[in-house]
């Protein structure tokens, strides 16, 4: 059965600093990938997908994502983090040769300190 | 950029009695989703809805649960009847199409059954 790790339930980062939220997979093949962000009392908001080609893909406000297909994992990167950034990341999962709905990991709330 | 509505933002039910959750799903979607987020966090699928049919439902779709969205107009979660546990916030999303399309997610509607 598919499913999706966020092994990190609280990270805190200073303002300025690097960020990676990690995220794997269990699936048998190459699903759609997707991370998305929950700002307090929102729905969630697309960040990036990948399915194929260049294995890091760029994603909105200055992140992007690498795909490691011998690690199945999918980690978002940020280079420096800024105080708006702090919310929920998700990372999803879609199944490639079926219509069955996207999973989602636990979640990763960031919180970005000033 | 398209949006999802929820109506209404939040509902209190006693226990045992019957809720609809409503909503408003972009105009030329064809899938339909609901999750249930609990503790902020843990985003989890309750059901895809295709072409007037649940295309894919997971065990916390109970048999209490059930979709549909007559005519073209809301896309609803019925609820009859409740029970506390199901007190949490409900999503719902949409998407043109299923695998590699964005879902689209509304602002929730958090449900609290006392």
């Known amino acids: 059965a598919q499913s999706v790790t966020q092994p990190d339930a609280r990270v805190t980062v200073s303002e300025g600093a690097s960020l990676q939220l990690r995220c794997k997979y269990s699936y048998s093949g190459t699903p759609y990938l997707f991370w998305y962000v929950q700002y307090p009392r929102q729905g969630l908001q697309l960040l990036l997908k990948y399915y194929s080609g260049d294995p890091v893909v760029q994603g909105v406000n200055g992140f992007e994502a690498e795909f490691i297909k011998s690690n199945s994992s999918f980690h978002l990167r940020k280079a420096s983090v800024h105080w708006s950034d702090s919310a929920v990341y998700f990372c999803a999962v879609s199944p490639f040769n079926n219509n069955n709905a996207p999973r989602f990991g636990a979640g990763t709330k960031l919180s970005v300190k000033p | 950029g398209p949006k999802v509505l929820q109506i209404p933002s939040h509902q209190i039910i006693d226990m045992g009695q019957m809720v609809t959750l409503n909503c408003d799903p972009v105009s030329n979607h064809l899938y339909f989703y609901w999750y249930k987020q609990i503790l902020g966090q843990q985003m989890e699928f309750l059901v895809n809805?295709?072409?007037?049919?649940?295309?894919?439902k997971s065990k916390l779709f109970k048999d209490q649960f059930s979709v549909e969205r007559p005519d073209g107009s809301y896309f609803t979660l019925k609820i009859q009847p409740t029970a506390l546990e199901d007190s949490a916030v409900y999503f719902c999303?949409?998407?043109?199409?299923?695998?590699?399309?964005?879902?689209?997610f509304g602002p929730g509607t958090r449900l609290t059954v006392l």
């Open positions: 809805f295709y072409n007037g049919k649940v295309m894919e």
């Open positions: 999303a949409s998407s043109p199409d299923w695998g590699f399309y964005e879902q689209y």
